[in-house]
């Protein structure tokens, strides 16, 4: 009786403890007003609209821009399906001869960004590249009359190349649900007569359609977000047609009427996403535990499975890493490397340091936040504060640029009242606003491996500790950060590299006479000497590797049988 009374008096306390987080309710809610802020200032720039300017966009500017961004979403959409399905199906349902090799080889191209590899392609298979120089001289050709292969410098170009650097997303989502099958629904099919592609049809693949959508929807979003290497490929979609028409056109409201149209967009990808994995949630059953046999392959067919594997690797992360490295090493560049380099590198680094903390510090902290309070409307706002993630790059530069300007002249205004003097502008310009332009950009990362890291914890940890007195501060210090410390230094990999590659944002909001490492190649790009920048690059790749090869491991802990594990 005393124990029950114990139970429902701490219960109780609970139940009033809960609701009254007035911190935790105001991180949410300012961090996702942080978020929000942006796009509703490029809401109200576009629908001031500029009247001069808005007829020729919409006769000659959007419709060619709408029609060349959907035909390079549905290529990429398709080619990346196409490789990282196949290469997925293969590792996780077959067994041969090196398959433990590529499995970790095939995610390594995301170390790369697209613009480099891009760069890298244009360069090597131009008509008068190393490429077609050699092949002109296997055919007895002397003089350059027209190009062998197709053009690099097209939207099939850009579809290639981009979905060679981008499908490890589908790959490693695909990988991992396909790994986790059930055994008991296969054999049942099998008992029931069903082959082998029939089991695939009806029962595996529509399983994973989930992870597909999620995939599917990264690579898109990625896509979507390019401005370097579309643009070096001359395909004019609507993230150039911002660049474009924000700077050499100098209209910001034309600029911010594109955008509104690349956020419709992208909302349309989050709801066909959405759409995709509706109803369609897999838990295993917890009365089975065992995975599928992997299916052997020998002789021809475990040679043409191994190809198959080691293709995209080869051409989308061996190829521009050898390219790289020669460049570096013939050039001289490591003895006679640039000096202004190793100023980039610093405010590479001090951007994504400052960036990297400042992300860590809000997406654990608002996932914290929603998990002290419980509240429906809490999980919202952690939605909400994660969204960033779908907005390019080159559309937040432009709705960011509103608001730091109205803070900056709300500071400017105070100063001047106590001094007499202005203080010019503080956050636009500056660093300040590439580092919170990198925060709202990346923030879904840190919150997403926070709410995956919190989920493993039980309530019970936290209600204990409300129960004798605690203080979430002193909860979070003593219980949560020791046990998310992993999911911590993941995140801070993630983010810190994903800021290292960062382009478009970086391009709009830098600071006057500052480069980042990315912006220092993008620059030798479009003076046409990409080669001069190969040590900048190498440097963004090599770093890349270590986050890569964390995810590496961490979907390699998911497989048993994994012979590297």
Same mark, same amino acid.
């Given at each position: 009786?005393?124990?029950?009374?114990?139970?429902?008096?701490?219960?109780?306390?609970?139940?009033?403890?809960?609701?009254?987080?007035?911190?935790?309710?105001?991180?949410?809610?300012?961090?996702?007003?942080?978020?929000?802020?942006?796009?509703?200032?490029?809401?109200?720039?576009?629908?001031?609209?500029?009247?001069?300017?808005?007829?020729?966009?919409?006769?000659?500017?959007?419709?060619?821009?709408?029609?060349?961004?959907?035909?390079?979403?549905?290529?990429?959409?398709?080619?990346?399906?196409?490789?990282?399905?196949?290469?997925?199906?293969?590792?996780?349902?077959?067994?041969?001869?090196?398959?433990?090799?590529?499995?970790?080889?095939?995610?390594?191209?995301?170390?790369?960004?697209?613009?480099?590899?891009?760069?890298?392609?244009?360069?090597?298979?131009?008509?008068?590249?190393?490429?077609?120089?050699?092949?002109?001289?296997?055919?007895?050709?002397?003089?350059?009359?027209?190009?062998?292969?197709?053009?690099?410098?097209?939207?099939?170009?850009?579809?290639?190349?981009?979905?060679?650097?981008?499908?490890?997303?589908?790959?490693?989502?695909?990988?991992?649900?396909?790994?986790?099958?059930?055994?008991?629904?296969?054999?049942?099919?099998?008992?029931?007569?069903?082959?082998?592609?029939?089991?695939?049809?009806?029962?595996?693949?529509?399983?994973?359609?989930?992870?597909?959508?999620?995939?599917?929807?990264?690579?898109?979003?990625?896509?979507?977000?390019?401005?370097?290497?579309?643009?070096?490929?001359?395909?004019?979609?609507?993230?150039?047609?911002?660049?474009?028409?924000?700077?050499?056109?100098?209209?910001?409201?034309?600029?911010?009427?594109?955008?509104?149209?690349?956020?419709?967009?992208?909302?349309?990808?989050?709801?066909?996403?959405?759409?995709?994995?509706?109803?369609?949630?897999?838990?295993?059953?917890?009365?089975?535990?065992?995975?599928?046999?992997?299916?052997?392959?020998?002789?021809?067919?475990?040679?043409?499975?191994?190809?198959?594997?080691?293709?995209?690797?080869?051409?989308?992360?061996?190829?521009?890493?050898?390219?790289?490295?020669?460049?570096?090493?013939?050039?001289?560049?490591?003895?006679?490397?640039?000096?202004?380099?190793?100023?980039?590198?610093?405010?590479?680094?001090?951007?994504?340091?400052?960036?990297?903390?400042?992300?860590?510090?809000?997406?654990?902290?608002?996932?914290?936040?929603?998990?002290?309070?419980?509240?429906?409307?809490?999980? @919202? /706002? =952690? *939605? %909400? !504060?994660? +969204?960033?993630?779908?907005?390019?790059?080159?559309? &937040?530069?432009?709705? #960011? $640029?509103?608001?730091?300007?109205?803070?900056?002249?709300?500071?400017?205004?105070?100063?001047?009242?106590?001094?007499?003097?202005?203080?010019?502008?503080?956050?636009?310009?500056?660093?300040?606003?590439?580092?919170?332009?990198?925060?709202?950009?990346?923030?879904?990362?840190?919150?997403?491996?926070?709410?995956?890291?919190?989920?493993?914890?039980?309530?019970?940890?936290?209600?204990?500790?409300?129960?004798?007195?605690?203080?979430?501060?002193?909860?979070?210090?003593?219980?949560?950060?020791?046990?998310?410390?992993? @999911? /911590? =230094? *993941? %995140? !801070?990999? +993630?983010?810190?590299?994903?800021?290292?590659?960062? &382009?478009?944002?970086? #391009? $709009?909001?830098?600071?006057?006479?500052?480069?980042?490492?990315?912006?220092?190649?993008?620059?030798?790009?479009?003076?046409?000497?990409?080669?001069?920048?190969?040590?900048?690059?190498?440097?963004?790749?090599?770093?890349?590797?270590?986050?890569?090869?964390?995810?590496?491991?961490?979907?390699?802990?998911?497989?048993?049988?994994?012979?590297?594990?």
């Amino acid at each position: 009786m005393i124990a029950g009374r114990g139970r429902r008096s701490a219960s109780f306390a609970l139940r009033r403890l809960r609701p009254r987080h007035p911190l935790a309710w105001g991180l949410l809610v300012a961090v996702a007003a942080l978020v929000l802020t942006p796009v509703a200032s490029l809401v109200a720039i576009g629908s001031r609209g500029d009247p001069e300017l808005w007829p020729h966009l919409a006769a000659y500017v959007l419709p060619d821009a709408v029609a060349t961004t959907l035909m390079l979403l549905a290529g990429v959409a398709a080619l990346t399906t196409l490789i990282g399905v196949g290469t997925a199906w293969l590792v996780a349902v077959h067994d041969f001869p090196g398959r433990g090799l590529v499995t970790w080889l095939l995610p390594l191209p995301l170390a790369f960004p697209t613009y480099i590899v891009a760069y890298v392609y244009a360069d090597t298979l131009d008509t008068l590249g190393p490429v077609q120089g050699a092949l002109r001289g296997l055919l007895g050709i002397t003089v350059p009359a027209g190009s062998l292969l197709p053009e690099v410098r097209s939207l099939g170009g850009a579809v290639v190349v981009m979905s060679l650097v981008l499908y490890p997303y589908v790959y490693l989502a695909m990988r991992a649900m396909l790994q986790a099958r059930s055994a008991a629904l296969t054999e049942a099919a099998r008992l029931l007569g069903a082959g082998g592609f029939r089991i695939a049809r009806a029962i595996t693949l529509p399983m994973a359609r989930p992870a597909l959508a999620a995939g599917l929807a990264l690579v898109l979003m990625e896509t979507l977000n390019d401005i370097g290497a579309t643009e070096y490929l001359g395909v004019r979609t609507l993230t150039l047609a911002v660049f474009t028409t924000w700077l050499n056109r100098g209209s910001l409201a034309g600029a911010a009427q594109i955008a509104c149209v690349m956020l419709v967009a992208v909302a349309a990808l989050i709801a066909l996403e959405r759409h995709a994995r509706r109803g369609r949630s897999v838990a295993a059953s917890s009365a089975d535990s065992r995975a599928c046999r992997r299916v052997p392959l020998a002789g021809r067919a475990g040679a043409l499975a191994l190809l198959a594997c080691l293709v995209p690797v080869g051409l989308g992360f061996a190829v521009p890493f050898v390219f790289l490295l020669r460049e570096v090493f013939t050039r001289g560049l490591l003895v006679g490397f640039d000096p202004d380099l190793v100023r980039h590198a610093g405010s590479t680094v001090m951007l994504a340091g400052g960036a990297t903390v400042l992300t860590l510090a809000l997406g654990f902290g608002v996932a914290f936040a929603a998990r002290l309070i419980r509240r429906r409307r809490a999980g @919202a /706002l =952690l *939605g %909400a !504060a994660g +969204l960033g993630y779908a907005v390019p790059g080159t559309v &937040l530069a432009l709705g #960011l $640029l509103g608001p730091l300007v109205a803070v900056d002249e709300a500071i400017g205004s105070v100063v001047r009242a106590l001094t007499g003097h202005g203080a010019g502008l503080l956050l636009a310009g500056s660093a300040a606003a590439v580092t919170i332009a990198y925060t709202i950009r990346f923030l879904a990362i840190a919150t997403g491996f926070a709410q995956a890291a919190l989920a493993r914890l039980p309530v019970d940890l936290d209600d204990a500790a409300a129960s004798v007195g605690a203080r979430p501060r002193r909860v979070v210090a003593a219980v949560h950060l020791p046990l998310v410390r992993p @999911a /911590l =230094l *993941g %995140a !801070a990999l +993630l983010v810190f590299v994903d800021c290292l590659k960062e &382009l478009p944002a970086t #391009l $709009l909001l830098r600071p006057l006479n500052t480069e980042t490492l990315a912006t220092y190649v993008y620059q030798f790009a479009t003076r046409g000497s990409f080669e001069e920048g190969a040590l900048a690059a190498l440097l963004i790749v090599l770093v890349g590797l270590v986050p890569v090869i964390r995810m590496v491991r961490l979907s390699d802990d998911l497989d048993p049988d994994a012979p590297l594990a």
